[in-house]
């Protein structure tokens, strides 16, 4: 499988990253070789293996669904604080 | 660059403070001293907590006078990856993104080294948001190997791994996710541990790729290393895959849920390991592996052979698949768990924009270093309709197969032994323009995250007068083994007090 120029657009679009035209250049050439590597899985012979997704076989741990209070402050690291809450530009129309 | 504090063990600087040989203060002083003059060229730290140190090591001292047994490791220095929430201290996970960024709470951990009167002096370098091999990823400057300034200390942890190998002081706290505790450790001539996943809480850690992530301690010796995994492991019920002590312990039974650690890892440091049973994997001696490296390998085995030790060549032919599984895996993982870097709630924003999308793009796009949206952009990529099954999926089954194959071998053998890095530490600057060049110095130690199970990096020996690194993976629950293993080594071979010298 190879990827065009048109793939690392619409990728870009998805992970909402702004980035120049030379770094997409950049970007193409990098994914191209990085995922011709990636071909190597195929290989192998997975057809009835199970996928893996954590490590662990034992069950997550759960706590008691019982409120716990922080007192972190979110205002400290907020950009933009407004009326105590975070401001963001316009969603709706302007 | 000796004096009466570096390169000492953290257990023998804990015994003289206990003793009253010497105060936590005095200690505290002579290590920032030795940062401000060694870390000018070391560059490992990127913030100090001078002030919160000297009140920890006051208190300390303020116990010691009053008669009162301190903690094993308390008034010891330490250093915390900039991965890891410290309150009142900034967090920046190396990246221009969290530059500002004020911890809110002490991740689990560092709530645990405060518990133990450990004195945190400062917030080490690290590759942005742990991803890279060298430092050099880090938005802010690169750290350099205490052996040779010219090369990488490795990476991610490289500013916790050099300055413990440049003798700032005896403890670090590093994070692996792919091998960035093993691989610096290696790279630094000193001892790194990941342990097994689940152990360490990861609660307060940044996540780069969660079901990967462990933090780990660095040291020089197997014995701190056993302390210091005493301090921090322990179940937490803030980390929902933070193992159930009794679980750890191969109980079925479960016991009372407490915050200290449930096993003592000094307690098998001494065990003889005469008849102990090491795997070889063939696949981790071949021509991807450097020579010299090769060499320190063989000679290692040969010092096994006369402890009574046997080691056969085996072949686990999922180490080369690894490298592929595992950079589908934690690129996808790490495109979901940075899609909160939004400039909404924290970190960089621009602040001109007249849209939400054109401000997440642009406080991602700008916040974030080359190699960070390499990888957002891959592991989205191979999690996007039509690619999922092709690439996700099958890294999964992968990881299943590499889990399988361990299990097979720990069947027969009780540790598997490999260098942990193919090649001794690179030049800065060798490996930063080709990606794929940089993700294969992680091809001894990523199997170890995607299996789940423990590892070791200790010294042994030096090719060219860089540090070569062993590896030793154990099956889940091993590290006391591990650190046994590595401790009996340490008492009869002297590559672990090898220092740097200028």
Redesign the interface.
């Known amino acids: 499988m190879s990827i065009e120029q048109k793939d690392v657009e619409k990728v870009l679009k998805l992970s909402e990253l702004n980035v120049s035209d030379e770094e997409k250049k950049e970007l193409h050439g990098q994914m191209s070789r990085i995922l011709g590597y990636m071909e190597k899985i195929n290989e192998l012979d997975l057809k009835d293996i199970e996928p893996t997704s954590y490590s662990n076989t034992v069950p997550t741990f759960l706590r008691k669904d019982e409120e716990t209070r922080t007192s972190i402050s979110l205002q400290n690291n907020a950009p933009h604080w407004e009326n105590n809450a975070f401001g963001v530009p316009s969603i709706l129309g302007g | 660059m000796s004096n009466d504090t570096t390169f000492k063990t953290a257990i023998e600087s804990h015994k003289a403070i206990q003793n009253g040989d010497i105060t936590a203060v005095s200690l505290a002083e002579e290590t920032f001293k030795t940062i401000d003059s060694s870390d000018k060229s070391i560059k490992g730290f990127l913030s100090l907590m001078k002030e919160q140190a000297l009140e920890t090591a006051q208190e300390v001292d303020d116990k010691v006078k009053n008669g009162e047994t301190l903690p094993t490791l308390a008034g010891v220095p330490i250093a915390v990856k900039d991965n890891m929430n410290v309150l009142g201290t900034k967090t920046t996970c190396g990246s221009n993104y969290l530059k500002?960024?004020?911890s809110?709470?002490d991740a689990t951990v560092i709530t645990k080294l405060k518990q133990n009167k450990l004195v945190m002096v400062g917030k080490t370098n690290m590759d942005e948001f742990a991803m890279g091999s060298s430092t050099e990823n880090s938005a802010f400057f690169s750290t350099k190997n205490p052996w040779d300034l010219t090369r990488a200390p490795g990476g991610s942890s490289g500013g916790s791994a050099a300055v413990v190998g440049a003798g700032q002081l005896p403890l670090s706290l590093g994070s692996d996710t792919g091998g960035s505790i093993r691989q610096p450790a290696s790279f630094c001539g000193i001892c790194g541990l990941k342990p097994t996943?689940?152990r360490v809480s990861r609660y307060g850690l940044v996540a780069f790729a969660s079901?990967l992530d462990q933090i780990g301690p660095f040291t020089r010796t197997a014995e701190d290393a056993a302390h210091l995994m005493n301090v921090i492991s322990g179940?937490d019920?803030m980390d929902?895959?933070?193992?159930?002590d009794h679980?750890a312990l191969g109980s079925t039974k479960q016991k009372n849920l407490s915050s200290q650690a449930v096993e003592d890892f000094t307690s098998n440091l001494n065990n003889d390991i005469n008849g102990l049973k090491i795997g070889v994997p063939k696949e981790l001696l071949g021509d991807a592996i450097d020579s010299g490296v090769k060499e320190k390998i063989q000679d290692m085995l040969s010092w096994f052979e006369k402890q009574g030790a046997t080691w056969e060549e085996i072949s686990i032919d999922s180490f080369?698949?690894a490298?592929?599984?595992y950079?589908?895996l934690a690129p996808a993982e790490a495109?979901s768990n940075l899609a909160r870097y939004?400039?909404?709630?924290?970190?960089?924003?621009e602040?001109n924009?007249?849209?939400?999308?054109?401000?997440?793009?642009?406080a991602?796009?700008?916040g974030?270093g080359?190699e960070v949206?390499?990888r957002?952009?891959?592991g989205?990529?191979v999690l996007?309709s039509g690619?999922y099954d092709?690439?996700y999926?099958?890294?999964?089954?992968?990881?299943?197969?590499i889990?399988q194959e361990f299990e097979q071998t720990f069947a027969k053998y009780d540790i598997v032994l490999t260098p942990t890095s193919p090649t001794p530490p690179f030049k800065l600057g060798e490996n930063v323009d080709d990606?794929?060049a940089m993700?294969l110095s992680d091809i001894a130690t990523a199997s170890a995250n995607?299996?789940?199970?423990p590892a070791l990096s200790i010294p042994c020996g030096f090719s060219d007068g860089l540090p070569v690194g062993a590896q030793f993976i154990g099956p889940n629950f091993s590290e006391s083994k591990l650190l046994n293993i590595a401790h009996i080594y340490q008492q009869s071979t002297g590559f672990h007090k090898e220092t740097p010298v200028r």
Not at chain 2, 240 to 244: D, E, G, N, V
Not at chain 2, 342 to 349: C, I, T
Not at chain 2, 393 to 400: G, L
Request: positive net charge; aromatic residues 16%.
């Open positions: 500002n960024f004020e809110p709470y996943y689940g079901s179940h019920p929902a895959t933070s193992l159930q679980v080369n698949y490298i592929p599984a950079y589908i495109s939004d400039g909404v709630r924290y970190g960089h924003r602040g924009e007249s849209s939400l999308r054109d401000m997440y793009k642009n991602r796009g700008n974030f080359a949206k390499r957002i952009v891959l989205t990529y996007s690619y092709a690439y999926i099958k890294a999964q089954k992968v990881r299943t197969v889990k990606p794929l993700y995607l299996a789940g199970c």
